[in-house]
């Protein structure tokens, strides 16, 4: 008797599961076939879209190459749940980045680098709104003003990665102890590994609704590092 009652409850929640992943494929297909105004692309698998084109290749630019040279100099694309719209002309980027830039300003949502810029609140990873403006006119005074890069003209050649990493290190030791430490070199290992986490792909990031990859991310990140 408890052996059938164990075997009907993994029953319901394989059924479970099994309706929950059939309603997420049917949202995203709807989506597809779906008339909104988008440009040309190719055609778009259900839950994965254009994901099995790009994982083919071992040079993806090869693939918009040969994509644009069919659909066009302004392509969408879907991987997973994402959308992307892939420019390959001059004269279209040039529109994009110059002419409509306010509106194509913002930084993409991903999971990572909203983990280590806490919530995505510096100046790289920051959402173009007041904050990342103002961040962006203390940069431009205090680092990158003309005055500001002619008195940094006269000195001894230095190993720019190395000085960047040092303050990276400081700044980072200021923040979590209040003061500089002397032993924030034992820090450098853990900071490298974040730099290497940021460059690099993650599922997560293709399937934002689904809450279970990003929190396995995060175990993954936190075992990672520590």
């Known amino acids: 008797m408890e052996h059938h009652n164990h075997l009907s409850n993994i029953t319901f929640i394989s059924f479970i599961i099994f309706l929950l992943v059939l309603f997420k494929i049917v949202k995203i297909w709807s989506y597809n076939t779906s008339t909104v105004n988008l440009p040309p692309g190719p055609w778009k698998l259900p839950f994965i879209g254009n994901l099995h084109q790009i994982i083919s290749r071992s040079l993806p630019h090869h693939l918009f190459k040969i994509l644009a040279d069919k659909y066009g100099p302004l392509m969408h694309l879907k991987l997973g749940e994402v959308p992307y719209v892939i420019v390959s002309s001059p004269e279209i980027a040039k529109e994009i980045m110059k002419t409509h830039d306010l509106n194509f300003c913002d930084r993409p949502n991903l999971l990572l680098s909203t983990i280590f810029s806490y919530n995505a609140t510096d100046v790289i990873f920051s959402m173009y709104r007041e904050w990342w403006r103002e961040l962006r006119k203390i940069c431009v005074i205090e680092l990158l003003s003309a005055k500001r890069i002619q008195s940094f003209s006269e000195g001894s050649v230095v190993n720019l ?66």
Do not use: C
């Open 161 to 226: 990665s190395e000085k960047i990493f040092s303050m990276t290190y400081g700044i980072t030791a200021r923040a979590v102890f209040g003061k500089r430490n002397r032993h924030q070199d034992v820090f450098i290992p853990a900071l490298e590994k974040v730099v290497v986490l940021l460059g690099r792909f993650e599922i997560a990031d293709l399937y934002p609704s689904i809450k279970l990859l990003q929190w396995m991310t995060r175990e993954k990140t936190k075992n990672v590092i520590f």
